[in-house]
Structures are given as C-alpha cells and as structure tokens.
C-alpha cells in the first residue's frame, strides 16, 4: 500500500520565508549591537586601564617630591613659572614640573645606599659626614636605574628645612652650580661609606642635619583642547654653544665626539655618542621634537631605550 506524501503549499512556504527574514533581521541587528557592545567596552576598559596605569605612575612621582621644587609654567612662555601655591589660575598654567628625590636608592636592597642624615659636627663645607651612606653604591644605583647616564657626579642633595624659594632650584639657571641655591650638586671622588662631596664649596651656606638626594626631574603638560604653544620653536641648535641646554640642565651636554658628547650634521640632524656609538636624531623644527630610529641595529636599540 503506498502512503501518499503531502507536499507544503505556496502560501505556507511563503509564510516560513516572511518568518525565516523577521528572525534574520533582528538577530543580524542583535549580532551588531552585541558586537558593538563589545568594542565599546572593549575600548572603554582599555582607555580605563590606560588613564589607571598613567595615574598610578603620576601619583608615584609626586608622592617622592621634592615639596618646594613644585612649580606651574607658562605655555605661551617657557620663561615664566611660579611656585604651586602663587599660582594665578590663568588659563596659561598648563604644565606642572618638580624635582623627585631618589627613593629607590634610599630602599636599597639590604639597606638605603644614602641615609639622609649628616653629622654637622663631624662635616665641614667641602666634605659631608653622611652616616651609613655608600657613595658608591648611590652611584651604582643611579647609574643602572639612568641607563648609563647619570651618577653621583649628576645628581644633588637638598637640606630638609632650606632655602624653599623655587628660583634657587635652578630652574632659571641660576645659583646652582655655585651651591648657594636649594639644590647642592656633587661630584664623585670614588668614596665609598659616609662622605658626600660638594661640587663647591659650602662655606657660608646653612646645612642642616636631614637632607634628600636628587638626580631626575619630572614634567607633566595638559595637551588639551585649551592648551596652546604660541612661541615658535628654535629652528636648529646652536652649533657654536659648547654646552648643550646649558640653561636647562646642572650637567650640559659638551659638543664633542667622545661619548655623552653631540655634533651637529645639520640643522635638523644631530648625533650623540651613546655606549661608543652614534645616535642620530632628527630635529623638527615644525613641534620641536628630536627623533632617532628605532630598529634591530646598535643604534636602534639604544634609541628604543632612550624614546621608551
């Protein structure tokens, strides 16, 4: 006996195909607002993470500051800059500098490399008398964590209870190479336990007994919509000027050949010798910034390290 098969009818196929779109419609619609669901919070929890993470390492920084070396500057002058509490709530402040004391050095591993207190009676003006401090180990210390840039030679102490007057930081150039601002600079004569050696003399300048070691200042610019740079950038180095931001840093950069030294190839090329070898950095005059590049050779490596 056969069974007779019935088949769908027109109407019926057409009914599941009217169907069949309705669903495809809505969960293409829902498959795109899940997938955009995704990427927004995608995003958002990168950029939450980012803002966390930059935040973190900012709080970190000022909470190892030097209180007095705050100040706000100018961005429409370089020039001028105030401490944080003369701040004029101009519109201009846009940038926030400070000096950081060296934190990492006063953990040190077993103990701090440098204490932080001076036997005055025991020191005298060209020689302080530093209990349980290792110069050298202040200088080992400073130099890995600069990468080979900085030392006992590059860094400075300022004395708890000092001058606090932000233009004898050296922040204009002014005062500090002559110890008579509110930074000391100091130079490495090679000792090892309790002295700390002046870069000048310290006859006439009050020391007190507590004091902080510093080698690194910090900056940090609001980049937004209210921000400006009204002043044209420099348009090449000068050639001629054997001390490179002289007026910026206690320890110049000397124009030469050897290494920490620079030469101009042009206006908008120069190289600096690094670990023995040539770093070339190009100079845009248009946003005032150097680059170097950054691949698998010598050279590239170190500029990696260095724009990181």
Known sequence: MRQKRKAFTMIELIFVIVI???LAKFGVEFLIQAYNGYIFSSVQNKLQTQTEIALEQIANRLQYRIKPSIIVRDNDNFANFRSL?????????TILEWVGYDIDGLRGTTKPTWSGFIDLKSSTATSLNSLETNTTDANDTINA????V??????????IGGNSDVNAFGWNATAISTNTGAVHPLKNTGATIHDIVPDANLSGVDAYEYYQLAWSAYALVWNGSNASHNTPYISSLDNNDSNLFSKVLPSPIQRGTANGQWREVNPTTYIVKIDNTDI????SPTNGTFDCVRD???AG???KRLTN
């Open 150 to 159: 900085a030392g006992i030679a590059q860094s400075a102490i300022f004395f």
């Open 85 to 93: 509490a003369n701040a004029q709530n101009n519109g201009k402040e």
């Open 280 to 283: 070339t950095f190009t100079y």
């Open 301 to 303: 490596k170190i500029c």
């Open 145 to 148: 964590l600069s990468n080979g």
């Open 296 to 298: 698998t050779s010598a």
């Open 20 to 22: 069949i779109g309705i």
